[in-house]
């Protein structure tokens, strides 16, 4: 049986200190794309010493690993690119560069207000191993996923300019999410709440 004091010390956990360097750049990001008054959604993730918390290192403990997978889709530009090429419709890189860059600094401000620590920091209290895989992309808090913002935010981009195309958007947003999922770096709660926060920053785009 685990000790209270060891569930309260699991409860304070976070992912590390706070912000720093680039992380602290992208937050002053100044904005061109999305209106300069807004609300960002408050939706606190389960706590480290919940049920649902350990149900969702469970289940990540039990996915089967696809390295090659987890890197496809964890490039969110290249992959945006390749399926409009595809499609035979224009790419302009500055368009999605900027969306990709903007919308960083609403997920880099939510991901230090809740600081909340990685599936593999909350797994080694439990004793457990979630044979993951770590990339460079995969160095802040946890909650939200920024690949879950992105990858839907993104769909629904491009699925309002070329509505004809919208269902093969929509579906690589949900790759680009669900990627984050198989590589074991985040709670299926941190992609749920990715989708609230790329939701509320569609609605926030200058239209």
């Known amino acids: ?10 409860n304070e956990m976070t992912y590390n200190s706070g912000p720093e ?3 602290i750049e992208r937050m002053m990001q100044p904005l061109t794309l999305f209106v300069k008054e807004y609300t960002l959604p408050n939706q ?9 918390t350990l149900d969702e290192i469970k289940y990540l ?7 090659e997978y987890v890197k496809k889709y964890d490039k969110v530009k290249k992959v945006f690119k ?11 890189e500055e368009e999605l560069k900027s969306l990709l860059n903007e919308s960083g600094k609403f ?7 809740y600081n909340r620590p990685r599936p593999q920091q909350i ?3 439990y004793g457990m191993d979630l044979g993951g895989i770590e990339l460079d992309s995969m160095k802040t808090p946890s909650y939200p996923s920024g690949h879950a913002v992105q990858g839907y935010l993104a769909g629904m981009f491009y699925s309002r300019k070329y ?25 299926p709660s941190d992609k749920q709440f990715g989708r609230v926060l790329a939701e509320r920053l569609f609605f926030m785009l200058n239209k």
Not at 107 to 113: N, R, S, T
């Open 163 to 187: 509505p004809k195309h919208a269902k093969q958007f929509n579906i690589l947003g949900e790759h680009v999410a669900h990627s984050r999922i198989v590589a074991k770096a985040h709670y």
């Open 61 to 67: 403990a039990d996915l089967e690993l696809d390295e």
């Open 123 to 125: 797994a080694e209290f």
């Open 107 to 113: 997920i880099i401000d939510l991901k230090y207000k």
């Open 82 to 92: 390749e399926l409009l090429e595809e499609l035979g419709l224009p790419y302009v």
């Open 44 to 52: 606190l993730p389960p706590e480290n010493s919940s049920h649902t």
């Open 21 to 23: 360097g680039r992380h």
């Open 1 to 10: 049986m685990i000790k209270l004091k060891n569930l309260l010390a699991l």
